[in-house]
């Protein structure tokens, strides 16, 4: 494996947390050693979870913020260069950072620097991306809370209105996220999902990671 480090990220419900456990079981079939890291994991050493900010419109806590995650990002990066198997992370990279800092209202360019830094905080481990890109945010918010129903985490959907908001929402996080990824130089896998065809995502994905 050339890659130190597997990123699967996408919008909620969106296949990330199964497809980071179908890889740790590819690799570990083909005999490569690895670590899944999952969203969930108790102190999990890329969320800031001591320290809750209202805003990232003010810079103070814009700035805050920012120099918490490039500090967890350093720190992660100098222990995984050391260890002799392969990372698997799942959402915090592009969802839990760069989404929530999004509708957080943090500035666009601020962001995009922030982006940059976190990428080249990870380029020593030689990350490989697996992204799912939803081609309608709405859609997805109404598949998964058919699954998992309309209140779950910090989701509460009680109308109409509310799925159509949080459609647009995510349709603009979205987009400022592929654009950040598609001028990332990484081997990556983004698979457009609109018709949730598993299996041969888990193809493609497979195929993917076997080329790693």
Same mark, same amino acid.
């Given at each position: +494996?050339?890659?130190? /480090?597997?990123?699967? %990220?996408?919008?909620?419900?969106?296949?990330? &947390? &199964?497809?980071?456990? +179908?890889?740790?079981?590819?690799?570990? =079939?083909?005999?490569?050693?690895?670590?899944? /890291?999952?969203?969930? @994991?108790?102190?999990?050493?890329?969320?800031?979870?001591?320290?809750? #900010?209202?805003?990232? @419109?003010?810079?103070?806590?814009?700035?805050? #913020?920012?120099?918490?995650?490039?500090?967890?990002?350093?720190?992660?990066?100098?222990?995984? $260069?050391?260890?002799?198997?392969?990372?698997?992370?799942?959402?915090? +990279?592009?969802?839990?950072?760069?989404? &929530?800092?999004?509708? +957080?209202?943090?500035? $666009? @360019?601020?962001?995009?620097? /922030?982006?940059?830094?976190?990428?080249?905080?990870?380029?020593?481990?030689?990350? *490989?991306?697996?992204?799912?890109?939803? /081609?309608?945010?709405? *859609?997805?918010?109404?598949?998964?809370?058919?699954?998992?129903?309309?209140?779950?985490?910090?989701?509460?959907? &009680?109308?109409? %209105? %509310? #799925? $159509?908001? *949080?459609?647009?929402?995510?349709?603009?996080?979205?987009? #400022?996220?592929? *654009?950040?990824?598609?001028?990332?130089?990484?081997?990556?896998?983004?698979?457009?999902?609109?018709?949730? =065809?598993?299996?041969?995502?888990? @193809?493609?994905?497979?195929?993917?990671?076997?080329?790693?």
């Amino acid at each position: +494996m050339k890659s130190k /480090l597997i990123v699967i %990220d996408g919008m909620p419900g969106s296949g990330k &947390t &199964t497809s980071a456990i +179908m890889v740790s079981e590819q690799l570990t =079939k083909l005999g490569v050693a690895n670590h899944c /890291l999952l969203e969930g @994991e108790p102190n999990h050493p890329l969320l800031i979870l001591d320290r809750q #900010f209202d805003s990232l @419109e003010n810079e103070e806590e814009a700035d805050e #913020f920012i120099a918490l995650i490039q500090s967890r990002y350093k720190s992660f990066a100098e222990d995984k $260069r050391k260890r002799e198997e392969v990372t698997i992370i799942e959402s915090v +990279m592009l969802q839990d950072t760069i989404n &929530t800092s999004f509708h +957080m209202g943090m500035n $666009r @360019e601020k962001l995009r620097q /922030l982006s940059a830094s976190m990428q080249e905080i990870l380029s020593p481990l030689t990350p *490989a991306l697996i992204y799912y890109y939803q /081609l309608n945010p709405e *859609a997805q918010w109404r598949y998964i809370c058919g699954i998992r129903g309309n209140e779950w985490g910090p989701v509460s959907f &009680t109308s109409d %209105d %509310d #799925f $159509r908001e *949080a459609g647009e929402l995510w349709s603009g996080s979205q987009a #400022f996220v592929r *654009a950040i990824i598609d001028s990332w130089q990484v081997p990556k896998l983004i698979i457009e999902n609109s018709e949730y =065809k598993w299996d041969e995502y888990r @193809e493609r994905i497979e195929d993917f990671i076997s080329k790693q």
